[in-house]
Each structure stands twice: as structure tokens, then as C-alpha cells.
T-cell receptor
Framework: QQQVKQSPQSLIVQKGGISIINCAYE??????FPWYQQFPGKGPALLIA?????SEKKEGRFTISFNKSAKQFSLHIMDSQPGDSATYFC???????????FGTGTRLKVLA | DAGVTQSPTHLIKTRGQQVTLRCSPI?????VSWYQQVLGQGPQFIFQ???????GRGNFPDRFSARQFPNYSSELNVNALLLGDSALYLC????????????FGPGTRLTVL
């Protein structure tokens, strides 16, 4: 029940295309779902996050779609750029704790 | 404002040795969490400290310990190092208020030979 399953493991997208990464969870107590971007040798950087009371959140080229009934959420990167090439992690956490449960990561490569 | 800082950047130890990793949270943040990230995997939660008290512990052996100081900086100690402890150790800070936003530092790369 503590797992967050992330797919795909790797993704190759042409420049200007849409990158889509999916995550699924089981624990309905989770109430905060952030996405992180990580470059090699660096710490994860917070990209965007959502709570279950909204179905979509958009910040610039990044959008989170959230489906509470299906217990799934996804990250969409619009107009993908080579600089977006990185590993992306979804995560989830419960109220009153900072223990994040991370997905296994998606390695994105955007071709120029 | 400076982000989360960690030291050292890299560290090489041999099996059986002990290591201390350090973290300074974002100014004003009172919560520090530690994560272990093995190559190719997502970070795994080790500890969370808030206001100098341990508030959460992950599924790690007692060889791992941590503490938080009055200035909210933190240390992670690992005793009797094993080869499997080789990883990127991440520190994350949070204000302790308003949602669950955590901000990660650059990490300390620990290699155990």
C-alpha cells in the first residue's frame, strides 16, 4: 500500500513533442503528489505538485493531471526541449508527515 | 537565499568505517529529512527531524542515526559501512508549515570500497 508505481522507465521524445509520465498509488491517505526533476549528480528539484481536491494543475509547460477515483496522476511536458532531458520522479505523502514515497523514476531524453 | 547545502560533496570510505554527512536547511526551515538514493532508483526515506526531534524513521538498520542541532542543521551518521551503503545521500528541508513541500540539496555521493 505504500508503493508508487511509475511508468515508463524511459522515454524518448522529439523536440517540441509532449512527454507523458504516469504514476499510480494505492494508499488513499496520500494527499500530496509532487513531481521532481533530477539531473545526473544533482539533487531532485521540485517541479510541480498537486493535491487530490483538483484534477489538473498547470505551471508553464508542465501539467499534472490527477484522477482520484483511479488513484493515478501524470506529468505532461508540453513542447519538450533537449534541456528537459533528465530523470523525473513522482512522489506521494500523507498528511502530517514529510516521508515521501518516490516512484522508480523515468529517464526522459528529448531529441534535438 | 541559499538553498539546502550538504557537505561533503563526495566521500570514499572502506567497509567497516563510519561516516558523518552534514546538511544545512533553507533559512527559516525547521524540518530536515534524509533520503538514500541508490543509482537508478528513487530516493528512500531514512529520517525526518522537526524542531530537533525525530519525527519519522524509514526501514533502515540501527547503523544509521541522525540528529538536528539548535540552528536546524543536521548530521547523518552511518556506522560499520557496507558496500551496499554506496549511494547519493540527500537532505531535504521544509518549513514545517503549509503543505508538504520539500526542497532537496545536491546530495553527498558516498562510495564504500
Amino acid at each position: 500500500q505504500q508503493q508508487v508505481k511509475q511508468s515508463p522507465q524511459s522515454l524518448i521524445v522529439q523536440k517540441g513533442g509532449i512527454s507523458i509520465i504516469n504514476c499510480a498509488y494505492e494508499n488513499t491517505a496520500f494527499d500530496y503528489f509532487p513531481w521532481y526533476q533530477q539531473f545526473p549528480g544533482k539533487g531532485p528539484a521540485l517541479l510541480i505538485a498537486i493535491r487530490p481536491d483538483v484534477s489538473e494543475k498547470k505551471e508553464g509547460r508542465f501539467t499534472i493531471s490527477f484522477n482520484k477515483s483511479a488513484k493515478q496522476f501524470s506529468l505532461h511536458i508540453m513542447d519538450s526541449q533537449p534541456g528537459d532531458s533528465a530523470t523525473y520522479f513522482c512522489a506521494a505523502t500523507r498528511p502530517g508527515t514529510y516521508k515521501y514515497i518516490f516512484g522508480t523514476g523515468t529517464r526522459l531524453k528529448v531529441l534535438a | 537565499d541559499a538553498g539546502v547545502t550538504q557537505s561533503p560533496t563526495h566521500l570514499i570510505k572502506t567497509r567497516g568505517q563510519q561516516v558523518t554527512l552534514r546538511c544545512s536547511p533553507i533559512s527559516g526551515h525547521k524540518s530536515v529529512s534524509w533520503y538514500q538514493q541508490v543509482l537508478g532508483q528513487g530516493p528512500q526515506f531514512i529520517f525526518q527531524y522537526y524542531e530537533k526531534e525525530e519525527r519519522g524513521r524509514g526501514n533502515f538498520p540501527d547503523r544509521f542515526s541522525a540528529r538536528q542541532f539548535p540552528n536546524y542543521s543536521s548530521e547523518l551518521n552511518v556506522n560499520a559501512l557496507l558496500l551496499g551503503d554506496s549511494a547519493l545521500y540527500l537532505c531535504a528541508s521544509s518549513s514545517g508549515l503549509n503543505f508538504n513541500e520539500q526542497f532537496f540539496g545536491p546530495g553527498t555521493r558516498l562510495t564504500v570500497l
